[in-house]
């Protein structure tokens, strides 16, 4: 199934549009952060990488914002002090409120693990086996948000 098809499944299409990206876009998301994506996170950008609905609306996860999210963990690490160093074939290609950033590394790995920063100070942690379990992980937890179940 889709990426927008599991979106709209999980009733999260609501009040907002679900617009993808154009190949022209998603080559220079690519070229924002110095990467070659993977297959997976290509085909959710053409699918929804402007917006998707309800699905992670309260969060930088979108275009064009995306394209400058790799700079913005640079500068936090900075501000507070936090001994990392971001792989050269990271993507960072979400941001909450400033102090928690996912990633995944750019490799023969169609699906990357997804992994997990912010500003505790601590390592990055995985927090999904690939982007595709986190999009579903997702998904689950904004259903269960707005629609409490």
Known sequence: MAFVERIIAAGLNEGRD??????VEV?????AQGVKLPMVYRDFLKECGRGA????RDAD???????????????MLAEEGIDFCIPENAFVFSAYQGYQYCYFLCSDNQ???VYKIDDGGGAAVIIADSFSQHVEKAILDYKGVFFHK
């Open 18 to 23: 679900i617009a993808g990206l154009s190949d």
């Open 27 to 31: 080559l220079e998301v690519e070229s």
């Open 53 to 56: 609905g309800l699905f992670e």
């Open 61 to 75: 996860f979108f275009y064009p914002a995306i394209k400058s999210l790799k700079e913005e963990l640079s500068e």
């Open 111 to 113: 699906d990357p693990p």
